[in-house]
């Protein structure tokens, strides 16, 4: 039985850099210092590029708003009655708020927690009364000022704060899960072998991830054999979001009339699945595997590593409490399919490849009519960017056709 590794430990006695994780020499893990200097890409960076280069080209050269330096109080009364408030602000809130009640060096004492976790009554109080504060003391300004605008509108308030709250408070009492870390940032490098593209022994490489884990649990799931439960990767959504170009294709051939006549998901996309595969493999570093790497020393850099663990990967919907587990069909396949794409969207990126997909709803006025193609070398051989990035959608099919969701209600 591996045991899970809590952040301190983890930097106290890490797995040496020298040494890679080994997934049947399909593909492999390192951890390392500092990603940076590899050019790590994220989740968001891979999955917007392969729904659309040239956007996603684009996007990189925005720069992102800043923190504002000052609260002030914005109070329109007519921002919120036309439409929603953005989900995506909804829930970057809410998971602010969830990592407040569980944040042992945050501004909340052990016994406020408690309480909060516990009495609805206590954590509709905060809400109304308390958190504005709060937010303002953390610096999160931007938050604080949506907060204060969304607040105005007691509706609003109930049915997109203090509900789904009051709901993650119950489902967490109900279950027993212990939340073991939060807001944890990680990063790693992952490494290709002679089998890692299938009929190409000579590709070779590596690329390095950067990202966040929301919260990191230990579920009861009621087994003896793993009495303090089984550790468990919590990724919060507000709502599903938006079929993507894939999710659109699957519900046609699927052909499902009530999935194709809606542009929203009712159950999670193929991106939720590519973010918790991900995870998957971002939390191999974070295995006790100090006795392992004693034993392989001298004796070889590698410890091999079975694709079947005790690690559950959710999608938790703040929207209805409702979950949703990631499954496997074939649990290698899916992984090296997941590797295939990686690879070879991380390549075709780095190149400048921009292509503008026709069907893909992003406001451009004009699509490229010839798309620059840098020769990328792959191994002893060079491919064009745009092969490059075929063969990443095609590894991403691949994917798609190995998972499945398990949707476990709210109660």
């Known amino acids: 039985m591996l045991r899970i590794l809590h952040a301190a430990e983890a930097a106290a006695q890490p797995i040496p ?8 020499d399909l593909f492999k893990i390192q951890r390392v210092h500092n990603a940076f200097p590899l050019k790590p890409v994220s989740f968001s960076s891979l999955a917007t590029y392969l729904e659309c280069p040239g956007c996603a080209l684009d996007q990189r050269r925005k720069k992102r708003s800043k923190e504002p330096k000052h609260f002030t109080h914005v109070h329109q009364d007519t921002l919120f009655l036309q439409k929603q408030p953005d989900p ?38 905060f809400v109304q009364h308390d958190l504005l504060q709060v937010l303002q003391s953390i610096e999160k300004l931007k938050m604080a000022m949506f907060f204060d605008e969304l607040s105005i509108n007691g509706r609003l308030l109930q049915t997109l704060i203090i509900s789904p709250l009051l709901r993650y408070q119950r489902e967490l009492a109900l279950n027993g899960s212990t939340v073991f870390a939060i807001s944890e940032r990680f990063q790693f490098k992952l490494a290709s072998t002679r089998k890692t593209f299938t009929g190409h022994t000579d590709w070779g490489g590596d ?21 303090e439960g089984i550790p468990a990767i919590f990724e919060f959504k507000m709502g599903l979001g938006k079929k993507k170009s894939w999710d659109k294709l699957s519900s046609a051939l699927d052909d499902d009339p009530i999935s194709t006549s809606s542009d929203e998901l009712t159950q999670p996309g193929i991106g939720h699945a590519f973010q918790l595969a991900i995870y998957w493999m971002a939390f191999q570093t974070r295995w006790d595997l100090l006795e392992h790497v004693m034993l392989a020393r001298g004796r070889g850099e590698d410890v091999r590593m079975q694709f079947e663990q005790d690690l559950d990967l959710i999608l938790y919907n703040l929207r209805d409490g409702n979950q949703y587990q990631l499954l496997f069909v074939d649990r290698p ?31 451009k006025t004009h699509l490229l009519e010839d798309v620059p193609q840098q020769a990328i070398q792959v191994g002893y051989r060079a491919i064009s960017a745009q092969e490059c990035y075929l063969l990443a959608r095609e590894a991403f099919h691949i994917f798609k056709e190995m998972i499945y969701w398990r949707k476990i209600p709210a109660r």
Request: aromatic fraction near 8%; proline fraction near 3%; charge should be negative.
């Open 17 to 24: 850099y020298y040494v890679s994780l080994n997934y049947d």
């Open 333 to 363: 396949r899916a992984l090296q399919a997941l590797t295939n794409c990686i690879f070879h969207l991380n390549w075709a990126m780095k190149s400048g490849y921009a292509w503008q997909v026709p069907e893909h709803e992003c406001g």
């Open 207 to 227: 690329v390095a991830l950067v990202g966040e884990f929301d919260q990191i649990r230990l579920r009861n799931v009621g087994d003896v054999l793993t009495p």
């Open 88 to 125: 995506r602000l909804v829930g970057t809130l809410l998971h602010q708020i969830i990592n407040l009640l569980h944040d042992s060096h945050g501004v909340l004492s052990e016994e406020q927690r408690s309480t909060l976790l516990t009495s609805p009554d206590m954590l509709t109080s």
